[in-house]
């Protein structure tokens, strides 16, 4: 069984940025793809940012170009670089885990949660 602990989470004003970081168990991280989620009041969880074992990375239309999804594998941590953050951008965000190379599928792991909002 993989843990994952999230940090990073807060308010932030419209344009702002927010580092999510997201610490692993287990010391074979560097084997599992790892991804960010997210679910805003009243809608479903969404994937996104994920990066594979490879370092393959896919983002969902509406973060691209604002935010980086990054590992370091010596450290056991994936994390989420946030920029030009805006109010839409509110949810709570999850880190994922997948037991393989690619983000594939049904997410093996899940973290706790860390509320992200964006508001003036």
């Known amino acids: 069984q993989v843990q994952l602990v999230e940090s990073g989470g807060g308010l932030v004003q419209p344009g702002g940025s927010l580092r999510l970081s997201c610490a692993a168990s287990?010391?074979?991280?560097?084997?599992?793809?790892m991804g960010w989620y997210r679910q805003a009041p009243g809608k479903q969880r969404e994937l996104v940012a994920a990066?594979?074992?490879?370092?393959?990375?896919k983002y969902t239309d509406s973060v691209k170009g604002r935010y980086a999804i990054s590992r370091d594998n010596g450290k056991n941590t994936v994390y989420l670089q946030m920029n030009s953050l805006k109010p839409e951008d509110t949810a709570v965000y999850y880190c994922?885990?997948?037991?393989?190379?690619?983000?594939?599928?049904?997410?093996?792991?899940w973290g706790q949660g860390t509320q992200v909002t964006v508001s003036s």
């Open positions: 287990r010391s074979s991280f560097s084997s599992h793809a």
């Open positions: 990066i594979s074992s490879g370092l393959h990375i």
């Open positions: 994922a885990g997948w037991s393989g190379y690619w983000y594939l599928g049904r997410v093996d792991y």
